[in-house]
């Protein structure tokens, strides 16, 4: 195996990627790089649908915890991070398994994206004084576009940002990386969303943001995306357990065919169903 060799298995949250890589992880000796913004902030551990601490202990996984809910965290802070821990991995002789459906992440890697500078902290704090609409107005007229959540500030003001710092997006795949797609029906995808909702309440992702909007405050960045919002309207007496889990699942459900809407233009991805999946990098690998 060529030790400069990456897979990347990408696709739509909650379509079995996780599983599926550390299955090749533990069959092939790899080790598994997260590319998904809401799992690398600290803390978030539920809510999130981080892989578990049973998972983790079956190979290293990396790209976790990487902030503290708050704290800016770019794409181009996740490409310097994943560039070195790719190096480290494959001066290891192990494979790098890239996994995750934040198709920024995922693109900046494998195309090698150049970022400019980091965001000047006035324009930062011009636009946090503008509202949703008014942030969503601006992308529009500026030829910006709209991040996956473009009903969450932060996520627009970040577009805003990448968009101002004029980083560069190479249409050549780097050499030896190879983009594995998870082709799921839409009715199975959308099941898979159901569950795992009701298993991120069976595991106590109630308990974990109340600790975490005690900790970070409600209005913390990262507290203001996914399940988090959500549970705040629950213990304000505004939302039931029942419209929380409707509402999440509606709102995971929009964010996998965003991702796949991310995912489809990529001419270089090759798609696949899990079990074919799995027999295609087994082949892939074992032909060099």
Same mark, same amino acid.
């Given at each position: 195996?060529?030790?400069?060799?990456?897979? /990347?298995? *990408?696709?739509?949250?909650?379509?079995?990627?996780?599983?599926?890589?550390?299955?090749?992880?533990?069959?092939?000796?790899?080790?598994?790089?997260?590319?998904?913004?809401?799992?690398?902030?600290?803390?978030?551990?539920?809510?999130?649908?981080?892989?578990?601490?049973?998972?983790?202990?079956?190979?290293?996984?990396?790209?976790?915890?990487? /902030?503290?809910?708050?704290?800016?965290?770019?794409?181009?802070?996740?490409? +310097?991070?994943? @560039?070195?821990?790719?190096?480290?991995?494959?001066?290891?002789?192990?494979?790098?398994?890239?996994?995750?459906? %934040?198709?920024?992440?995922?693109?900046?890697?494998?195309?090698?994206?150049?970022?400019?500078?980091?965001?000047?902290?006035?324009?930062?704090?011009?636009?946090?004084?503008?509202?949703?609409?008014?942030? %969503?107005?601006?992308?529009? %007229?500026?030829?910006?576009?709209?991040?996956?959540?473009?009903?969450?500030?932060?996520?627009? *003001?970040?577009?805003?940002?990448?968009?101002?710092?004029?980083?560069?997006?190479?249409?050549?795949?780097?050499?030896?990386?190879?983009?594995?797609?998870?082709?799921?029906?839409?009715?199975?995808?959308?099941?898979?969303?159901?569950?795992? %909702?009701?298993?991120?309440?069976?595991?106590? *992702?109630?308990?974990?943001?109340?600790?975490?909007? +005690? +900790?970070?405050?409600?209005?913390?960045?990262?507290?203001?995306?996914?399940?988090?919002?959500?549970?705040?309207?629950?213990?304000?007496?505004?939302?039931?357990?029942?419209?929380?889990?409707? +509402?999440?699942?509606?709102?995971?459900?929009?964010?996998?065919?965003?991702?796949?809407?991310?995912?489809?233009?990529?001419? @270089?991805?090759?798609?696949?169903?899990?079990?074919?999946?799995?027999?295609?990098?087994?082949?892939?690998?074992?032909?060099?």
């Amino acid at each position: 195996m060529a030790s400069d060799r990456l897979i /990347a298995i *990408v696709g739509p949250t909650a379509s079995g990627k996780t599983a599926l890589a550390i299955r090749i992880a533990e069959q092939l000796n790899g080790e598994i790089i997260c590319a998904d913004s809401r799992t690398i902030y600290k803390g978030m551990d539920i809510g999130t649908a981080k892989p578990t601490t049973e998972e983790q202990s079956k190979v290293p996984h990396w790209g976790l915890d990487l /902030a503290e809910p708050g704290q800016p965290f770019t794409a181009a802070d996740f490409k +310097k991070y994943a @560039d070195a821990k790719i190096a480290d991995i494959q001066a290891r002789g192990k494979l790098p398994l890239l996994v995750g459906g %934040t198709g920024l992440y995922v693109d900046s890697l494998l195309y090698d994206f150049t970022f400019g500078e980091k965001a000047d902290n006035s324009v930062r704090d011009r636009l946090e004084t503008m509202s949703i609409e008014e942030l %969503t107005k601006y992308c529009i %007229t500026n030829n910006v576009t709209l991040p996956e959540n473009k009903k969450n500030k932060r996520y627009l *003001v970040r577009a805003i940002e990448r968009k101002s710092m004029s980083n560069i997006g190479k249409s050549v795949l780097r050499t030896q990386y190879h983009i594995v797609g998870i082709a799921t029906n839409i009715h199975t995808l959308r099941t898979r969303i159901v569950q795992r %909702t009701e298993q991120l309440f069976a595991n106590g *992702v109630e308990q974990e943001a109340t600790l975490l909007g +005690k +900790k970070y405050g409600w209005n913390s960045e990262a507290m203001t995306g996914n399940i988090y919002p959500l549970l705040k309207k629950h213990f304000d007496n505004e939302l039931s357990i029942d419209d929380v889990k409707e +509402k999440f699942v509606t709102a995971d459900y929009k964010l996998a065919k965003r991702q796949m809407t991310w995912f489809r233009r990529n001419p @270089d991805i090759m798609w696949a169903t899990l079990q074919d999946a799995e027999s295609y990098i087994k082949s892939l690998l074992a032909t060099e």
